[in-house]
């Protein structure tokens, strides 16, 4: 029975991260389109390396890289490795990026004027 109930819990958790991370597909796909037409590239340090695509709530992991915050849920949901050396994550515990944030809020902000 407890088994059962975990196992619930992390497919209600992947379909709520999944939902996210189309959210966020939606997002960045308007973001690309406006860059797209100003012929502009935004810095490779905004881009996730899971998705390809500009973060909007960075976090840094274990491994020290930084990431998606929804997009490296989905991966730990059944990694304990690190997306990018693929080497095992001392824990699962995700810092938020708050500068890289704010940088790419601005960068993107500027992009809208």
């Not at 037409?37 to 020290?64: N, S, W």
């Not at 990018?84 to 993107?108: A, D, G, V, Y």
Request: hydrophobic residues 35%; negative net charge; glycine residues 0%.
């Amino acid at each position: 029975m407890a088994i059962e109930a975990k196992d619930q819990n992390l497919s209600n958790q992947a379909q709520e991260l999944e939902a996210k991370m189309l959210e966020l597909k939606l997002v960045n796909q308007e973001l690309n389109e406006r860059l797209k037409d100003l012929k502009q590239r935004a810095p490779e340090a905004f881009y996730c390396p899971i998705t390809q695509d500009i973060m909007q709530d960075p976090v840094v992991a274990a491994d020290g890289h930084t990431y998606e915050r929804v997009a490296l849920e989905v991966w730990l949901i059944n990694h304990n490795t690190s997306p990018m050396t693929n080497q095992p994550l001392p824990h699962k515990n995700l810092t938020p990026s708050h500068t890289l944030k704010s940088m790419i809020r601005e960068f993107i902000d500027n992009q809208n004027k």
